[in-house]
């Protein structure tokens, strides 16, 4: 387990939600893969990433509550919301109806839709529909693990292939390259980001929408969290959009503005 910087590096205490410390501070444990580049990874020996710089800032402007952020294993970030042990998960988290029913959400903190990677010759992938078929890989538990299940479920005669592996997206993507998986579900920022730093030349992005969609990421917050909790977060993501901290982050971590729309924060 390794914690942010300038939070203590230890594990979170079972198994109280939130403690009390002696300095009236209430300790809050947030749980990341650390390996989502550009969201949740280490350089130089410390966690960073688009999702990590968010949460600091957020917490710089919360004085009564002490963060510290812990690194799991992705499937672990919901297990650990589950049963108490982590208040707040963020790893480019995104929504769906049965995420919705288990967490609390915060206000959208990026505007980041899912798109399919194939190959570049591949010319018959424009949505789900077309997925039958395909050889899709993913890790267990994220949002297109969730897409390519569910139509599968709709689609009993015409499914894709889901191969599920312990993988990083990166090694997909060399998988997708040379033939071994067809397609891969992802954020557009992860897509895009990983296509140019690793120059993979024979791969595309492809936009796709849903029934329902939301291009928006998250922080998930335990259902068991106090609701002054929830309330103090969403109040920090609309100030420090409005001060330009959500987009220094963005520009810095992302290479650009890929900040929710100004609507999406006045909920």
Do not use: W
Request: hydrophobic fraction near 35%; proline fraction near 4%.
């Amino acid at each position: 387990m390794v914690a942010a910087a300038g939070c203590a590096n230890q594990p979170a205490a079972d198994p109280a939600p939130q403690t009390k410390e002696t300095d009236e501070q209430t300790t809050v444990v947030a749980a990341t893969s650390g390996v989502s580049n550009p969201f949740s990874y280490e350089k130089d020996g410390q966690l960073t990433g688009y999702d990590v710089e968010v949460l600091k800032a957020i917490f710089e402007g919360l004085p009564e509550y002490k963060l510290e952020i812990e690194i799991i294993e992705f499937e672990g970030i919901l297990n650990g919301l589950d049963n108490g042990r982590y208040q707040l998960g963020v790893n480019n988290f995104s929504s769906n109806p049965e995420r919705r029913e288990k967490y609390n959400f915060s206000l959208p903190v990026i505007e980041n839709a899912n798109v399919f990677v194939v190959r570049k010759d591949d010319e018959t992938l424009k949505s789900l529909e077309d997925l039958a078929g395909y050889k899709a890989v993913t890790e267990v538990g994220n949002s297109g693990a969730t897409l390519l299940e569910n139509y599968n479920k709709e689609n009993p005669d015409a499914q894709a292939e889901i191969i599920y592996t312990d993988e990083n997206f990166v090694k997909q993507f060399e998988g997708i390259e040379a033939g071994q998986y067809d397609v891969r579900i992802i954020s557009r920022i992860s897509a895009e980001k990983a296509i140019q730093e690793h120059g993979f030349t024979n791969l595309k992005v492809v936009p796709f929408s849903s029934a329902n969609s939301d291009p928006g990421s998250y922080i998930l917050l335990a259902k068991s969290t106090d609701s002054s909790l929830y309330d103090a977060v969403n109040k920090r993501i609309k100030e420090i959009y409005e001060d330009g901290t959500l987009l220094k982050i963005s520009e810095e971590q992302l290479g650009g503005n890929y900040l929710p729309k100004e609507e999406l924060l006045e909920q």
